[in-house]
């Protein structure tokens, strides 16, 4: 099983970008499906974009056109481009894993979370 490690989290001005990190150990990798997620304070986790080992992707709409995932196997890492930041986008980002092909939206999909990374986005 691979664990998972966010980082790239900070502070930025509303319309600045950042990029968020998602790194694993473990051989078995490529074969995981891996989502972002995202926790405001009193609100449930919401998923925010996946993508497979195999190239297939899914953004949520409010990010889509804003937010890119991307991987890199041999890096054994997921990453996540986020741009135009709004300040709604404030949370706490995780990184999540499932073995699979299925890019699931539900947080109970995925098996392997990391310890999540803070996104604070000033107006």
């Known amino acids: 099983q691979v664990q998972l490690v966010e980082s790239g989290g900070g502070l930025v001005q509303a319309g600045g970008s950042l990029r968020l990190s998602c790194a694993a150990s473990?051989?078995?990798?490529?074969?995981?499906?891996i989502g972002w997620f995202r926790q405001a304070p009193g609100r449930e986790r919401d998923f925010v974009a996946a993508?497979?080992?195999?190239?297939?992707?899914y953004y949520t709409d409010s990010v889509k056109g804003r937010f890119t995932i991307s991987r890199d196997n041999a890096k054994n890492t997921v990453y996540l481009q986020m741009n135009s930041l709004k300040p709604e986008d404030t949370a706490v980002y995780y990184c999540?894993?499932?073995?699979?092909?299925?890019?699931?939206?539900?947080?109970?999909?995925?098996?392997?979370w990391g310890q999540g990374t803070q996104v604070t986005v000033s107006s």
């Open positions: 999540a894993g499932n073995v699979g092909l299925w890019i699931g939206t539900n947080p109970t999909e995925y098996d392997v």
């Open positions: 473990g051989r078995t990798f490529t074969r995981y499906v």
């Open positions: 993508n497979s080992w195999n190239g297939g992707t």
